[in-house]
Structures are given as structure tokens and as C-alpha cells.
């Protein structure tokens, strides 16, 4: 996916140089949280690479956002602070300028979308900026931003197509290869290509053979379909909504086709298994986006087998129900939850029958729920279902292997 040397030396330059990463990590020094890299021995065991954690989900506000946005405010001249900015987020980016904004004694306002849930709306309004909200979609919020900014006179700060973001951004790499050298392959999550441009500068000095590889929920593929000259289909609910961008910013496009080696895609079962994977083995709480790099290691484990792998958490705002159902139906998959549905006869004992096997397997009973009415069984049908937690596929087998022996129908409900 790189340019060749010819056409790359015939392009024009890039938006940032490593010196602007250099020089962003200078101003920020002390203002963010310098977060550790850490290498994950269990992880390494499971992908078969040698893996490197970048917690990001550690800075104040839980997301690397804060860097590019704190980078971005520093530059204000003394009038542009006096007036104010303003952003456009429903999430990270806007958390982090609002609080480093109010650390500076900068005024800011925040246009989100109407359907942000209110406890990132909250959240914002906790560092004392002013928030809009407005419009369906984030384009419909963007607009309304940049109104707004003309009409008063407002600093737009841009989440991703800023260059001193970009470069602010990119401090996330510079630490890496300072605490972890022997990182070959950087793997990144993309939205609208800020922190894989930025991380990607930084590496072509630190680390010029490092490969560096992006990675985006399948649903939101727009960087990848852009630099593929594709046209870009964006649309639905994923679980990374902080890579959830439909179009990648016009600085972000030029650096990751001359410097990054590909963009590989996610599903959506991959992302739950991140997430939870993480929090059982590391943990540590992540968002869908921040799962994003272990997930394409989960997906394509041939793509990074052998390698020593940097990959960066990029926030851990992930809604607690949430992440309560990510857990439950990563349970559900691997056969620990489950849920049988069981035919029975109308009569009594039949369901004595069926708890007395449960309770000879040794298999918990969580609910149980009978239909007699909302079927397509005959009128003395009956079914049951059954929730029941187990200690894993091979035991839920012989649960079922048990029920039929005994006579009974049983089928396991699936998951999506």
C-alpha cells in the first residue's frame, strides 16, 4: 500500500515532519500522562508474537485524545485564546480539549451529535465547556461547529486533519520506541487516520523499518476503501464508534499511503473478544477502538506471528452496560453462559426430571422460563429455556449429551 520511491519522491510534503512530533512531545511534557508500555507475556503466548501494550486508557480523561488536542491549544496566540475554541466531538476528543482548555483558562464550546449518550455529554460539561448539541450524524455537527466558530470569532480544533494534532498525536510512538526499542510492527486503530499519521512520522526516525499497520472496524472502512480509490461505504453500529469516521482527513490520507503498509479490517465478534480479553487477562478496561489492535491479531494471526508488536489502547470511555453485555456474550461463545431450549411433556416431574440431570452434571441453573402459549408445539406441548452457566464448551457438551440421553429435545440457543 506504500508509494513506490519514485512517485513518493515526487509527492508533496507530508503535513508533518519528525520534528514537529519532537517538538510537540517538548510542549506537552509534564501535561499529560506519560503512560507505560508494558509487555504482555500471556498475550504474546496466545498471538504467537512478542506483544507491547501502549495504555493510553490511563491519561486523566482515559484517551490519547488529550495529547493532539493540549499540542493544538499550546500554539494559541494570546488573542486566539482570549476568544475561545470550539470542537466537534461525541466523545474523546471532546473530553480532552475541554479539559485541557479549562486548565489553560481557555473558553470552550463543544457541538455533539444529538444521539451522545448523556454521559459523555456530562462528562464535558464536568471541565465547564459549553456543549450543543445538534444535528443526527457527526457531518451535521461538524457544520454547525464551523458556524458557530466564524459567527463568534472561535478557534476550530480539529479531532483528527490538524497538523499540530497530528503531531501531538504522534507523541504516543515516540514513547513507545523509547521504552520499547525491539518493536518491529506498530499496529494502530484508524478513524480518521490522526494518531496512525502521527505515530507513523515518529517511527519513520526512530524506527525507518518498522511496519507500521492500520487497523478499522469493518463497518467504517474508510481509509482503507480511500487509499484502495474505492468508494467508501460507511455505515452502522459498531463497537469501535471511536474509529467510527466515514471520511479521513485531507493531511491523514498523504501520510499513511507513503508510510504505512496496510489497513486491515475487524469484525465486529473479534472487537467483543478484544475487549474482553484485555479486561480478563490485562485488566485493563478499553473501549471498542482501544481493542482494535488486538483484535487484528486475533483476525490475522499469520500477519503478525513471530513479530515483536507495539499496540496502542487508545481509551477506556466504554459505556458499563456495555461493556457488562460485551462480557456476558464473550461468555456465551466460549460455551460458560448458555441457554437450552428443552421440549417437555405437559405433565408433572418433567422438569424435576430435567434439574435433576443439570444437578448430576454440576451445571448452575440461572433462569428458567416456561412457554406454553407463544409456541409452535401442539396444545400439550410445553417448552423450557434454560440459562445455565458452565466451565466451558466441553462441559456444556456433556450437559446436552446427558439431556438427550434421558429422552429429552434440546437445542442451544445461539448468539449472533
Known amino acids: 500500500m506504500n508509494a513506490s520511491p519514485a512517485t513518493a519522491s515526487l509527492a508533496e510534503p507530508l503535513a508533518i515532519t519528525p520534528d514537529d512530533v519532537e517538538a510537540a512531545a517538548a510542549r506537552i511534557a509534564g ?35 488529550e495529547r493532539g488536542a493540549l499540542n493544538r491549544l499550546l500554539a494559541l496566540t494570546p488573542e486566539e485564546r482570549k476568544r475561545g475554541v470550539i470542537g466537534m466531538s461525541a466523545g474523546n476528543h471532546a473530553q480532552g480539549l475541554a479539559y485541557h482548555a479549562r486548565r ?116 467504517y472502512p474508510s481509509m482503507k476503501a480511500t487509499l484502495m480509490g474505492e468508494p467508501v461505504v460507511a455505515d452502522g453500529d459498531t463497537l469501535a464508534e471511536g474509529i ?26 473479534d472487537l467483543e473478544r478484544a475487549v474482553s480479553m484485555l479486561l480478563s487477562i490485562e485488566k485493563t478496561v478499553v473501549e471498542g477502538a482501544g481493542a482494535a489492535g488486538l483484535a487484528a491479531l486475533l483476525a490475522h494471526p499469520r500477519r503478525f506471528r513471530g513479530r515483536t508488536v507495539g499496540m496502542v489502547l487508545t481509551g477506556g470511555n466504554i459505556d458499563t452496560r456495555l461493556l457488562a453485555n460485551v462480557l456476558l456474550r464473550d461468555l456465551a461463545r466460549n460455551g460458560r453462559l448458555a441457554r437450552l431450549r428443552i421440549r417437555l411433556k405437559d405433565r408433572h416431574g418433567q422438569l424435576y426430571g430435567v434439574a435433576r440431570i443439570f444437578d448430576q452434571q454440576q451445571v448452575n441453573i440461572l433462569e428458567v422460563s416456561h412457554h406454553r402459549i407463544f409456541t409452535n408445539l401442539p396444545a400439550k406441548g410445553l417448552m423450557t429455556e434454560i440459562e445455565c452457566e458452565t466451565r466451558g464448551g466441553d462441559h456444556l457438551d456433556r450437559l446436552i449429551e446427558a439431556l438427550r440421553g434421558a429422552g429429552y429435545e434440546v437445542t442451544k440457543v445461539e448468539l449472533g
Open 31 to 65: 501535561q499529560i500522562v506519560r503512560t507505560p508500555t508494558l509487555e504482555s507475556r500471556t498475550l504474546g503466548e496466545l498471538t504467537g508474537a512478542k506483544v507491547y501494550l501502549k495504555f493510553e486508557n490511563l491519561q486523566f480523561t482515559a484517551a490519547y485524545k
Open 244 to 269: 467510527a469516521v466515514k471520511f479521513p482527513g485531507e493531511n491523514t490520507v498523504p501520510v499513511v499511503r507513503k508510510l504505512v503498509s496496510d489497513v486491515l479490517l475487524v469484525g465486529e465478534r
Open 104 to 219: 489553560l483558562g481557555i473558553p470552550a464550546t463543544i457541538v455533539m451529535p444529538r444521539f451522545t449518550p448523556m454521559v459523555k455529554v456530562q462528562q464535558t460539561e464536568g471541565h465547564e465547556a459549553e456543549v450543543v448539541l445538534h444535528g443526527e450524524k457527526l457531518e451535521e455537527s461538524s457544520a454547525h461547529a464551523h458556524m458557530i466558530a466564524e459567527r463568534r470569532g472561535l478557534v476550530f480544533v480539529h479531532p483528527f486533519d490538524d497538523p499540530l494534532v497530528m503531531a501531538g498525536q504522534g507523541t504516543v510512538a515516540l514513547e513507545m520506541f523509547q521504552d520499547a526499542p525491539d518493536i518491529d510492527t506498530l499496529v494502530v486503530p484508524v478513524g480518521g487516520g490522526g494518531l496512525i499519521s502521527g505515530c507513523a512520522v515518529a517511527a519513520s526516525k526512530m524506527a525507518p523499518r518498522c511496519d507500521i499497520v492500520g487497523v478499522q472496524a469493518e463497518l
